[in-house]
């Protein structure tokens, strides 16, 4: 639902900012702090195989064309990109849709060779409600990224 701020109350923007800024305790943090992550393990992918990585980040770099790049470059593994890009398309929607809610079936896109107690852990937490949830798949989405990460000399 959309709010009408030229027809609100300076108390009723007042209470509505509270309520979505304050009070909320939604499934945006680990989703919003789950990209960052993802991102930064992505940068580190594309810096190793480049000869000048400065170059490349001196400007902005959307998050899809750095997946994209990683994998263009074969660090990135396919098994990867509909996962990382289904989470850019929940931050983009929360980014850009005021009443944006994620749906069970969009966090289901996060999953990939998922063992069989990553599976029902992430039951039990749909069960639990749609918070949890993101949260459970967000954290196994960000598991599967540091798997990506190894020492240059290893």
Not at 15 to 35: C, I, R, T, W, Y
Not at 125 to 154: H, M
């Amino acid at each position: 639902m959309s709010i009408d701020i030229e027809n609100m109350s300076h108390d009723e923007l007042d209470q509505h900012a509270m309520e979505q800024l304050v009070f909320d305790s939604n499934e945006m943090s680990p989703l919003l702090k789950g990209h960052i992550f993802v991102e930064r393990v992505l940068e580190a992918l594309i810096a190793r195989s480049l000869v000048n990585p400065e170059a490349f980040f001196k400007n902005r770099v959307a998050f899809e064309l750095k997946v994209d790049l990683a994998r263009a470059l074969g660090v990135l593994p396919e098994v990867y990109v509909s996962a990382f890009k289904a989470l850019n398309n929940v931050r983009n929607n929360y980014a850009h849709k005021e009443a944006y809610e994620v749906s069970i079936a969009e966090l289901n896109s996060f999953k990939f060779d998922w063992v069989d107690t990553q599976n029902q852990a992430f039951k039990v937490a749909s069960e639990q409600g749609v918070a949890e949830a993101a949260r459970i798949a967000t954290i196994f989405l960000c598991w599967k990224a540091q798997l990506l990460i190894k020492p240059n000399d290893a």
